[in-house]
């Protein structure tokens, strides 16, 4: 056997071997041209502007020339559903944007990839709002990015005040006061609310229900019969409805004030299925508190953004999340979308009917982050509890004390 | 007169013979049947038997995710059982059964019966417009119906008031659960009728005219030719039409669920919506499972009458 020839033909072998492992994985983190794929975005109803999402796409192609990204639009409704299923299969969606209450619960049942370790790569991580922040993070580990925030306030029509002779009040006494001297002004209208309430909304009943303490504390109760009052003298909202429709329902123009996050305007305001003409005619106060001069505390909404354990996209998604929620990007968010960005640092964006609606965020809390809250939303438990009391199949007391049990029962793991 | 006698075949082997018969009368049987059997096995032993296995087990989207259940035994069924929440749903869906069955067969006997009576261009029409009912799926039929009972747009609301039956400018149908059940009701029945109607007019062809009108010329009136000749010989179609309709009515769904976009209260929970808000809701699939299995057991007591009653019928036929 020669072996000098034998040494020979290994060599070249040896290296075309290792120059092969290295050829394959080397441009995954080498070179973002080489990366091929499809990236599945799911992003949910009015989130995102369309201007924002085609951005990030864009910016992702310059990168990225050889993955496909799909953006697909999600609708709130029935979310908890899909995003049970989808995360069941072997080929969820690479990033989902998940409503800040939600992700405690797929963060714990392990369908979220644990980005601890990258927090730093995102923009502005440092300054993210730290109630967001708080719902990214269970048990320590950071499972999503903060995406934005949204609060609520009264939006109001300024010439309906005006003709009314009425100001923006600064307690909930006062709003009773502003509400009925509108319905009386406005008592030839069998259509009109003052304040427009549908009875599932129970975003905007936290505030009354945080005056102090738990549901069942004798202030939240006080709370409670506060609003009952209000709905009755002041809505004529579908007490068994929800507020899916109520910015059509205020651009119809029978509607003096409704309980609204910021982006809501913009929904009023649109040529299709809103009015563009009443732009200049609306205006935002913050929801007054039981004590005069003090604003109410809100519920802090918001989305933020989850990479799926499964996915096989794991850098890609997260690169993704990181140009959207990039200060380029946000800034659009926070001026175009009229939502509150993920960081402090850009809160001195919103301006004009926007500012009333950054500063109620600031007053604002957060429900349970238990990874069992989102079946307490799934179960529908507040606006059924609503629903009874504005109905008057029962009475704040026992309205309340079932809801709490149930609330307590689904917490701890129950049905 | 002579006969001819043909010489017999060789005999075959009476063993291989006596094989072959016995083949033919032990394995044909099963080698017919099997492929039905194979196909009823997939298509509902093999889900129906997942139900159970499921119903035993923890399943919570921890479980979903990770597809590994935990084994509890009968807890499941231990925690609806004592719910009082499960057992008004049970009485509930009952009721809402029996009036939906009920309205059904009484109201598609009432019209099958016209369409007897009816010309033919009438009868071509009403039963154009029950197939044109039949035909549209059941979403877009009840998305309709939440329209003409929507509190500020709805036409049911604006004719009620234009008729003077009362102010029912903002009328709220689903504020009072009794009131919203009859409208789900009324929605329900509506959607059932053309099946029943046309089913139960193909019965009624079948009568013999002439034991009608023998019973006419002995002096049977409307009622009792009705009652003592059509029924008996409708019986059959009568059993297997209450059965059918007692079996989708006690597992109506879409039309709640829809009705009520998608977040019907409990005061509207039917067992089904009742599995579902367990299951999907609070993503406790095993107790979801578990209330499926009850209403299966609840559907088998309820519907054993008429199967028993339908079998006595086919084996007097």
Known sequence: MNLRKTWFSVVPIAVALVAAACGGSTPSSTNPADETGTLTVWLMNGSAPKSVVDGVNADFKVKYPNVTVNV????????????????????????????????AKYAAAGALEDISGKKSSFANSSTWLQSLTDSCTVTKKLYCVPYYAGSRAIIYRKDFFTAA??????????????????????????????????????????????????????????GLTTLDNLVTKLSRADKTGDEAKQDQAFAQGHIAMIIANGWEVGVITSATGGDPSLA??????????????????????????????????????????????????MTEMATVG??????????????????????????????????????????????????KIFTGQQKVPDATAAASTRITSILNGGG | M???????????????????????????????ISPSVAVIGGILAFPLGMLVWLSLQHYGLRELIAHQGRWVGLDNYRSILVDPLFHQVIVRSLLFTFACVVL??????????????????????????????????????????????????GVMNYLLTQLHVGNFIHHNWFDNPVQGLGVLVLVVVWGAIPFVTITLFAGLLQVPSDVIDAAQVDGAGAWQRFWFVTAPILKPIFLIVICLS?????????????????????????????????????????????????????????????????????EIA
């Open chain 1, 280 to 329: 200049d005619k609306l205006g935002a106060f913050p929801i007054p508190s039981h004590v005069a001069g003090q604003t109410a505390p809100v519920f802090l909404g918001g989305s933020d953004l989850g990479v799926a354990a499964k996915s096989k996209h794991q850098n890609l998604a997260n690169d993704w999340i990181a140009m959207l929620t990039g200060s380029k990007h």
């Open chain 1, 165 to 222: 002779g009425v100001t923006p009040p600064d307690s909930l006494d006062g709003l009773l006061t502003v509400g009925q001297k509108l319905m009386t002004a406005h008592s030839s209208d069998p259509n009109f609310s003052a304040l427009y309430y549908p009875g599932k909304y129970w975003y905007a009943a936290l505030p009354f229900v945080w005056w102090q303490g738990t549901l069942s504390s004798s202030n939240s109760q006080q």
């Open chain 1, 338 to 387: 009229g939502v509150i960005p993920n960081t402090t640092s850009m809160l001195g964006l919103g301006t004009g009917l926007n500012s009333v609606f950054f500063n109620a965020a600031k007053n604002s809390k957060f429900v349970p982050n238990s990874e069992n809250w989102a079946n307490v939303e799934n179960a529908n438990v507040l606006p059924d509890m609503l629903v």
């Open chain 2, 2 to 32: 002579g006969v001819a006698i043909l010489a017999p075949d060789p005999e075959p082997d009476p063993p291989m013979l006596r094989r072959r018969a016995w083949l033919r009368s032990n394995f044909l049987p099963y080698a017919l």
């Open chain 1, 72 to 103: 697909e639009i999600q609708q709130w409704g029935d979310i908890g559903t899909k995003l049970d299923t989808a995360y069941a299969g072997s080929s969820p969606p690479d990033v989902v944007e998940l409503g800040n209450t939600l992700v």
């Open chain 2, 104 to 153: 059904t067969l009484v109201l598609s006997t009432l019209l099958s019966l016209l369409l007897l009576k009816v010309r033919r261009v009438v009868r071509v029409l009403v039963m154009s417009a029950l197939v044109f009912v039949w035909a549209t799926p059941v979403i877009v039929s009840v998305d309709i119906w939440q329209w003409m009972f929507d509190y500020e747009f």
């Open chain 2, 246 to 314: 007692t079996i989708w009515d006690f597992g109506v769904f879409n039309q709640i669920y829809v009705m009520l976009n998608a977040r019907p209260s409990s005061d509207y929970f039917t067992i089904a919506i009742y599995s579902y808000r367990e299951s999907f809701g609070v993503t406790q699939y095993g107790l979801g499972a578990s209330i499926a299995v009850v209403m299966v057991i609840v559907l088998v007591f309820v519907t054993f009458f008429y199967v028993r009653e339908t079998v006595k019928v086919a």
